[in-house]
């Protein structure tokens, strides 16, 4: 029979600290437990092994923003604009004179013309001086990036808006005249081109692939400074701004000013994410909030230019608005997510397909919709005629619709929003409306509505005035007196009121508990 092999304390922790399982700090914990030495053999190495922290991990290293400088600092190129007149803004009449110096009394045009003075010059419009007969010549700057080495440019449509010449200067302090060849204002983006070849070009990342806390770099021309580079971090993504409900901008705090507008956002190896366009300011210069368009949205619109000279977008025919707390109350959703459709355009995709005021869109193709800015930027990217598969909360319950998208043309999707306090009692004062208001609110056929005479406590509070007009409760349409105080009775912590003020509706939340 064999006799069983006795390690000793000692030669216990030798012999785990050779297998790997211990590390010198192990060895030293084992070594000064202070516990009896059998018990030490038995029960420290096991402690020991679970309870010893993983050696640190080092910190990361910040990103080589030399390197991304030095390797793609020339695919940015810096952009200046002039717009304006430049011949006379008068027209001329048949001897040349302009038709302003022609109203000038003609022994002064005599007197004028023998002292030389050209007829682009007239009297100033107090009669007294002269000043010259040419409208001022607007000038802009901004950036851009080259995408391809045959001299194709991404920039913002804000950048070339309205110019009458685009000039692009490269690092290597070369000049060219560009061509515009499309820009969409929706989404801000512009496509240029410049005669040049074997230029250096930007890689393109994915936004994607980016996340709060990153490191991003700006380059641009920030006040007229060509090539300034800033860095900060990716502060969110998928922020909806007011009027750009198309863009899921990428909120970083890289130092961005007027001058930047265009320039790529780069990710911490060198990759652009996004084209830098807008700013939070008070002052005009920065505040700490910069925004940019995502590459894969950029890209799009390139596309579609470069296939067809224009951009268009899907339409799906809807006002929605913000779901806050008080709404998801009101209409019994789990969570205040979606968006809250307050306004169905009639004749439209939705209106088509059995959309409703107070269905709330929480998917889009299996894409969710946590706030309602979510809605157009998901729509705009589709094309017109396609299919779009809507998830939707309509009474109380989950429901599908499909829906064919028309074309945003120039009418984008509108995001309404209230910020409307919500406390306190109902506080409302109701009638039918008679004949000739009913004709003044315009509501549509078989609708009825009632109308506010006066609005106290949570109402007032809410921002419910007297002149509204109630059309729904809770998502369902207003009848009369006797179902609006049945809807209310039965409703929760709060109510969902549809109102139509001045021929537009929202959806504003009362608290009635």
Same mark, same amino acid.
């Given at each position: 029979?064999? +006799?069983?092999?006795?390690?000793?304390?000692?030669?216990?922790?030798?012999?785990?600290?050779?297998?790997?399982?211990?590390?010198?700090?192990?060895?030293?914990?084992?070594?000064?437990?202070?516990?009896?030495?059998?018990?030490?053999?038995?029960?420290?190495?096991?402690?020991?092994?679970?309870?010893?922290?993983?050696?640190?991990?080092?910190?990361?290293?910040?990103?080589?923003?030399?390197?991304?400088?030095?390797?793609?600092?020339? +695919?940015?190129?810096?952009?200046?604009?002039?717009?304006?007149?430049?011949?006379?803004?008068?027209?001329?009449?048949?001897?040349?004179?302009?038709?302003?110096?022609?109203?000038?009394?003609?022994?002064?045009?005599?007197?004028?013309?023998?002292?030389?003075?050209?007829?682009?010059?007239?009297?100033?419009?107090?009669?007294?001086?002269?000043?010259?007969?040419?409208?001022?010549?607007?000038?802009?700057?901004?950036?851009?990036?080259?995408?391809?080495? $045959?001299?194709?440019?991404?920039?913002?449509?804000?950048?070339?808006?309205?110019?009458?010449?685009?000039?692009?200067?490269?690092?290597?302090?070369?000049?060219?005249?560009?061509?515009?060849?499309?820009?969409?204002?929706?989404?801000?983006?512009?496509?240029?081109?410049?005669?040049?070849?074997?230029?250096?070009?930007?890689?393109?990342?994915?936004?994607?692939?980016?996340?709060?806390?990153?490191?991003?770099?700006?380059?641009?021309?920030?006040?007229?400074?060509?090539?300034?580079? +800033?860095?900060?971090?990716?502060?969110?993504?998928?922020?909806?701004?007011?009027?750009?409900?198309?863009?899921?901008?990428?909120?970083?705090?890289?130092?961005?000013?007027?001058?930047?507008?265009?320039?790529?956002?780069?990710?911490?190896?060198?990759?652009?994410?996004?084209?830098?366009?807008?700013?939070?300011?008070?002052?005009?210069?920065?505040?700490?909030?910069?925004?940019?368009?995502?590459?894969?949205?950029?890209?799009?619109?390139?596309?579609?230019?470069?296939?067809?000279?224009?951009?268009?977008?899907?339409?799906?025919?809807?006002?929605?608005?913000?779901?806050?707390?008080?709404?998801? $109350?009101?209409?019994?959703?789990?969570?205040?997510?979606?968006?809250?459709?307050?306004?169905?355009?009639?004749?439209?995709?939705?209106?088509?397909?059995?959309?409703?005021?107070?269905?709330?869109?929480?998917?889009?193709?299996?894409?969710?919709?946590?706030?309602?800015? $979510?809605?157009?930027?998901?729509?705009?990217?589709?094309?017109?005629?396609?299919?779009?598969?809507? +998830?939707?909360?309509?009474?109380?319950?989950?429901?599908?619709?499909?829906?064919?998208?028309?074309?945003?043309?120039?009418?984008?999707?509108?995001?309404?929003?209230?910020?409307?306090?919500?406390?306190?009692?109902?506080?409302?004062?109701?009638?039918?409306?008679?004949?000739?208001?009913?004709?003044?609110?315009?509501?549509? $056929?078989?609708?009825?509505?009632?109308?506010?005479?006066?609005?106290?406590?949570?109402?007032?509070?809410?921002?419910?005035?007297?002149?509204?007009?109630?059309?729904?409760?809770?998502?369902?349409?207003?009848?009369?007196?006797?179902?609006?105080?049945?809807?209310?009775?039965?409703?929760?912590?709060?109510?969902?009121?549809?109102?139509?003020?001045?021929?537009?509706?929202?959806?504003?939340?009362?608290?009635?508990?």
């Amino acid at each position: 029979m064999n +006799t069983p092999f006795v390690m000793t304390p000692r030669k216990l922790v030798v012999a785990l600290l050779a297998a790997g399982v211990l590390g010198g700090a192990g060895v030293v914990a084992v070594e000064h437990a202070g516990a009896p030495a059998q018990a030490q053999a038995l029960q420290a190495p096991v402690a020991v092994a679970t309870q010893t922290p993983a050696p640190p991990s080092a910190p990361p290293a910040l990103p080589n923003f030399r390197a991304i400088t030095a390797q793609y600092g020339p +695919t940015v190129v810096n952009i200046s604009t002039v717009s304006g007149e430049r011949k006379s803004a008068a027209s001329d009449d048949d001897d040349g004179e302009s038709g302003a110096q022609a109203q000038i009394d003609p022994r002064l045009r005599d007197f004028l013309r023998q002292f030389g003075f050209p007829p682009g010059m007239l009297m100033g419009p107090n009669g007294h001086g002269l000043m010259p007969r040419q409208a001022p010549l607007m000038r802009g700057l901004g950036s851009g990036f080259i995408i391809s080495p $045959d001299g194709l440019i991404l920039t913002n449509a804000h950048v070339v808006h309205g110019a009458d010449e685009v000039t692009v200067k490269l690092t290597d302090r070369r000049e060219f005249k560009a061509k515009v060849l499309g820009q969409d204002d929706k989404t801000d983006i512009a496509v240029i081109k410049i005669d040049a070849h074997n230029l250096p070009t930007a890689p393109l990342g994915s936004s994607r692939d980016i996340a709060p806390g990153d490191w991003v770099l700006a380059i641009g021309a920030p006040f007229g400074f060509e090539n300034s580079v +800033t860095a900060g971090v990716v502060s969110a993504k998928g922020r909806s701004l007011p009027d750009e409900g198309m863009v899921p901008f990428i909120q970083t705090d890289a130092p961005v000013n007027p001058g930047n507008s265009g320039g790529p956002l780069f990710d911490a190896s060198g990759q652009v994410v996004g084209i830098n366009s807008q700013i939070y300011t008070r002052t005009g210069g920065y505040q700490g909030l910069s925004f940019a368009i995502p590459i894969e949205l950029a890209l799009h619109v390139k596309d579609q230019i470069a296939a067809h000279g224009k951009v268009e977008h899907a339409k799906l025919g809807v006002a929605v608005q913000e779901v806050n707390q008080a709404f998801a $109350d009101s209409f019994k959703l789990p969570k205040p997510e979606g968006a809250l459709v307050s306004t169905v355009e009639k004749g439209g995709p939705a209106d088509q397909a059995g959309l409703k005021p107070g269905d709330v869109i929480t998917q889009v193709d299996g894409q969710p919709i946590i706030t309602s800015g $979510d809605l157009p930027v998901i729509i705009g990217m589709d094309k017109p005629g396609d299919t779009a598969r809507l +998830t939707l909360w309509r009474n109380g319950q989950p429901d599908n619709v499909s829906v064919k998208l028309g074309n945003a043309a120039d009418k984008p999707t509108q995001v309404a929003s209230s910020d409307s306090a919500d406390k306190g009692s109902l506080g409302l004062m109701l009638r039918p409306l008679n004949p000739q208001e009913r004709a003044q609110a315009k509501l549509e $056929d078989g609708q009825n509505g009632l109308l506010v005479e006066r609005a106290s406590g949570p109402a007032a509070i809410a921002g419910i005035q007297p002149g509204d007009v109630i059309v729904a409760v809770d998502g369902q349409p207003v009848r009369d007196l006797d179902q609006v105080r049945s809807l209310i009775a039965k409703a929760g912590k709060s109510v969902a009121l549809l109102i139509q003020r001045e021929g537009e509706r929202i959806f504003v939340p009362v608290n009635v508990g």
